[in-house]
């Protein structure tokens, strides 16, 4: 062990490691919770998926787009991440089963996110092309219903 040294009035001693151990661990878990915190914050709000404000249905589907863009949220969860990893494999979380699910909570959420925004940018980059698929379609009706119309007034005219 190391002598006494005096640190502000205070010895050495009384700051053994069994001490520094449990308020380090103390710490990592704030860090943890403070992270957690931190990222499910950084998700988007329930009602900016699901009210828009839009003329249509692309302007729709890129404000949800915009809605559903995690920001900071993922930095958050991997420092809440590194801090748990840090502590589980220090072993020095007496119980982090909490810790564990709700880090497996904000993953899941924020996997969700993830996916209903890659569905909604697949759907803003197939609604234009769709939009004019149908509209060359509708044209060729059109010109083909004007063009029977023709043939008939030219019958009927023979």
């Given at each position: 062990?190391?002598?006494?040294?005096?640190?502000?009035?205070?010895?050495?001693?009384?700051?053994?490691?069994?001490?520094?151990?449990?308020?380090?661990?103390?710490?990592?878990?704030?860090?943890?919770?403070?992270?957690?915190?931190?990222?499910r914050?950084?998700?988007?709000?329930?009602?900016?998926?699901?009210?828009?404000?839009?003329?249509?249905?692309?302007?729709?589907?890129?404000?949800?787009?915009?809605?559903?863009?995690?920001?900071?949220?993922?930095?958050?969860?991997?420092?809440?991440?590194?801090w748990?990893?840090?502590?589980?494999?220090?072993?020095?979380?007496?119980?982090?089963?909490?810790?564990?699910?709700?880090?497996?909570?904000?993953e899941?959420?924020?996997?969700?996110?993830?996916?209903?925004?890659?569905?909604?940018?697949?759907?803003?980059?197939?609604?234009?092309?769709?939009?004019?698929?149908?509209?060359?379609?509708?044209?060729?009706?059109?010109?083909?219903?004007?063009?029977?119309?023709?043939?008939?007034?030219?019958?009927?005219?023979?």
């Amino acid at each position: 062990m190391f002598p006494p040294v005096v640190v502000a009035g205070m010895s050495q001693a009384t700051l053994d490691d069994d001490e520094l151990f449990d308020e380090a661990t103390s710490e990592m878990r704030e860090d943890v919770e403070e992270s957690l915190a931190a990222a499910r914050g950084a998700l988007p709000e329930a009602d900016a998926i699901w009210e828009v404000d839009a003329d249509n249905t692309l302007g729709v589907l890129n404000g949800l787009r915009s809605a559903l863009d995690v920001g900071d949220a993922e930095e958050h969860l991997r420092d809440a991440k590194k801090w748990y990893t840090m502590g589980e494999r220090a072993d020095a979380f007496e119980d982090a089963d909490d810790l564990a699910e709700a880090i497996e909570e904000v993953e899941d959420l924020m996997g969700q996110i993830t996916a209903a925004h890659e569905e909604v940018s697949d759907l803003a980059s197939t609604i234009p092309e769709l939009r004019g698929a149908l509209e060359d379609a509708h044209e060729d009706a059109e010109a083909d219903a004007d063009a029977d119309a023709d043939a008939e007034e030219a019958e009927a005219a023979d």
